[in-house]
């Protein structure tokens, strides 16, 4: 019995020497949160860690999971009580939301070969400002007249709206043939103003399906042309 209880006190012992006097990392804390950040900002944390171990920590790799990198460590090999950085960069760009991302340490503590490192945010994205010049809004952008009988003329009116805070100046209609005329009711539209523009299409000498296009060219801060198109099919007489 005694020389069991012996045999087990010199194997603790001995264990508790080799803990001492092996190398054991440390970390003052292995996870950072940086709260609320806007998308686009780049945000950085730095990690310490110690040796706290009897012998020379050695650090084999630093890795970084998608969308953050760790640079590497100060230093690689800590002698027993040094301590060193490890900082962690996230870039948000592109993110929205909670992110949870993570940093592994892979060192030589015998008890533990790999440390996980923790950074956490929540982004925000920024307020959208509002638009300040001219925004040509058109509630349909197609019509199709069916069948028409060739030689015929047919028209349709497309509605045109300034959804913007400046004044809405179309400086041109640009019409894919000759067959197809515009009629502008307006040149210029205050903010919150609507207009129509109306399309004669002439078929005459057409036969079979057809389709031509109007480009509106105007000021708008967004999209200077936009296209509106009509289709028809035109029989024979």
Same mark, same amino acid.
């Given at each position: 019995?005694?020389?069991?209880?012996? &045999?087990?006190?010199?194997?603790?012992?001995?264990?508790?020497?080799?803990?001492?006097?092996?190398?054991?990392?440390?970390?003052?804390?292995?996870?950072?949160?940086?709260?609320?950040?806007?998308?686009?900002?780049?945000?950085?944390?730095?990690?310490?860690?110690?040796?706290?171990? /009897?012998?020379? &920590?050695?650090?084999?790799?630093?890795?970084?999971?998608?969308? #953050?990198?760790?640079?590497?460590?100060?230093?690689?090999?800590?002698?027993? /009580?040094? =301590?060193?950085?490890?900082?962690?960069?996230?870039?948000?760009?592109?993110?929205?939301?909670?992110?949870?991302?993570?940093?592994?340490?892979?060192?030589?503590?015998?008890?533990?070969?790999?440390?996980? &490192?923790?950074?956490?945010?929540?982004?925000?994205?920024?307020?959208?400002?509002?638009?300040?010049?001219?925004?040509?809004?058109?509630?349909?952008?197609?019509?199709?007249?069916?069948?028409?009988?060739?030689?015929?003329?047919?028209?349709?009116?497309?509605?045109?709206?300034?959804?913007?805070? =400046?004044?809405?100046?179309?400086?041109?209609?640009?019409?894919? #043939?000759?067959?197809?005329?515009?009629?502008?009711? =307006?040149?210029?539209?205050?903010?919150?103003?609507?207009?129509? &523009?109306?399309?004669?299409?002439?078929?005459?000498?057409?036969?079979?399906?057809? =389709?031509?296009?109007?480009?509106?060219?105007?000021?708008?801060?967004?999209?200077?042309?936009?296209?509106?198109?009509?289709?028809?099919?035109?029989?024979?007489?």
């Amino acid at each position: 019995m005694i020389k069991n209880t012996l &045999l087990i006190v010199v194997f603790l012992t001995f264990s508790l020497i080799a803990q001492l006097i092996g190398p054991k990392i440390t970390v003052q804390s292995t996870e950072h949160n940086f709260g609320n950040v806007m998308q686009g900002e780049e945000v950085s944390h730095s990690f310490i860690i110690s040796n706290s171990g /009897g012998d020379i &920590l050695r650090i084999f790799d630093v890795r970084a999971s998608c969308g #953050c990198t760790a640079v590497k460590p100060d230093k690689k090999e800590l002698q027993p /009580g040094e =301590s060193t950085k490890i900082k962690v960069v996230f870039n948000t760009k592109g993110r929205q939301g909670p992110q949870l991302k993570s940093v592994y340490v892979t060192s030589n503590d015998p008890e533990r070969r790999e440390t996980i &490192l923790n950074i956490r945010c929540n982004i925000l994205l920024p307020e959208k400002k509002p638009k300040t010049g001219a925004l040509l809004y058109l509630p349909e952008t197609q019509y199709n007249f069916g069948q028409v009988k060739e030689g015929n003329v047919v028209s349709h009116t497309f509605k045109l709206v300034n959804n913007g805070q =400046s004044e809405l100046e179309v400086k041109d209609i640009k019409t894919s #043939c000759g067959c197809t005329a515009a009629m502008l009711s =307006s040149s210029k539209l205050k903010p919150g103003e609507s207009g129509t &523009l109306k399309i004669d299409l002439d078929t005459k000498n057409r036969v079979g399906r057809m =389709s031509r296009t109007i480009t509106i060219v105007s000021n708008d801060v967004e999209q200077e042309n936009k296209v509106l198109t009509i289709y028809a099919e035109v029989l024979k007489n």
